[in-house]
């Protein structure tokens, strides 16, 4: 009786460690499936907060800007610095393109899809937009809402690549 009852306890046992098993085998099948697929998305980066597109066949298709944000403990309202970024490019029509590409569709749209060598202002749906070239080596961007104003500033950084700033202000 006592051999029955274990032989019992352990084939329960047996089956019970066999099932869980398998639970953790298909839950690393979905995590292995699932971390495939990530190849064929979008991805973003949490550090940078720039979107890279990967195909299966490429790898990278290119480097976009990689952004930090201002973390130096001021509040918004006593620094307007939100962010600055460095892209790869060492050229302003190669840099802003990218800028273009990556920026949000509310933004876009008051956006010149190619770049001004000139000054230029302009009337766009959501605000008005200036691009003042200063010197030929930097850019300024202000683009004023009713509700504030986004000012980005391009330049080349030490090591020749375009850096921007984003400064936002609130009314």
Request: aromatic share 10%; net charge negative; with cysteine.
């Amino acid at each position: 009786m006592i051999k029955k009852t274990l032989f019992l306890l352990i084939t329960v046992l047996t089956l019970i460690s066999c099932k869980h098993q398998n639970e953790e085998n298909k839950s690393l099948n979905i995590k292995k499936e699932n971390s495939s697929n990530l190849e064929d998305l979008l991805k973003k980066n949490k550090d940078t907060d720039s979107i890279i597109q990967v195909e299966e066949t490429e790898k990278l298709t290119e480097l976009l800007f990689k952004c930090k944000e201002n973390d130096n403990g001021m509040s918004r309202y006593d620094d307007p610095l939100n962010k600055t970024c460095v892209c790869n490019e060492t050229t302003f029509d190669g840099a802003y393109e990218i800028f273009y590409k990556e920026s949000p569709d509310y933004e876009q749209k008051n956006l010149l899809k190619k770049l001004p060598q000139k000054n230029k202002e302009w009337k766009a749906p959501d605000a008005e937009v200036t691009y003042t070239w200063v010197e030929q080596d930097t850019l300024k961007i202000n683009l004023f809402y009713q509700g504030g104003e986004d000012t980005y500033v391009f330049y080349k950084n030490s090591d020749n690549k375009i850096e921007y700033k984003q400064y936002v202000s609130l009314p």
